[in-house]
């Protein structure tokens, strides 16, 4: 199995398992087996774990260093948006926007790296 085959596998088991798990939650919910304060109206603040599960399906081996380095940036990413948005603890995106700075010197340095460690493979173009 190639690993291209192999990434759009775990997409589907990461999404399936995502969408089964936040049903699961809901249907409690609407049960009264749990309470949560669900609010359809500020969903749009909890987006950016959208990109937290895109990222997870990027890591998961085997993978390319492509791949790895475009899971790892849209997991960062989420997080930055999340805590920079919401304000938690205090910080804004005035404050956070040199971390995005940081994170694409980080990805410069690490891809070379991640040449080297993971297989040769050659990626579609």
């Given amino acids: ?9 775990r997409q589907q088991i990461v999404w399936g398992t ?3 798990a936040a049903g699961c939650v809901l249907l409690l919910d609407r049960a ?3 309470e949560l304060d669900f609010n359809p109206l500020s ?4 987006w950016p774990w959208l990109l937290v599960i895109s990222g997870i399906t990027k890591i998961i081996p085997p993978t390319t260093p492509r791949y790895f380095l475009n ?11 999340y805590v920079s948005f919401n304000h938690i603890w205090g910080l804004g995106f005035g404050e956070t926007w040199p971390a ?11 891809r070379p790296l991640l040449d080297n460690i993971f ?4 990626e579609p173009k």
Avoid: H
């Fill in 32 to 34: 009264g087996i749990i």
């Fill in 1 to 9: 199995m190639s690993i291209y085959t192999a990434y759009r596998w």
């Fill in 100 to 110: 995005l700075v940081v994170a694409c010197g980080l990805g410069m340095l690490l």
């Fill in 71 to 81: 899971g790892l940036w849209e997991m960062f990413f989420a997080g930055w948006w």
């Fill in 18 to 20: 995502a969408l089964i």
């Fill in 43 to 46: 969903f749009w603040r909890w």
């Fill in 119 to 122: 297989p040769s493979t050659k």
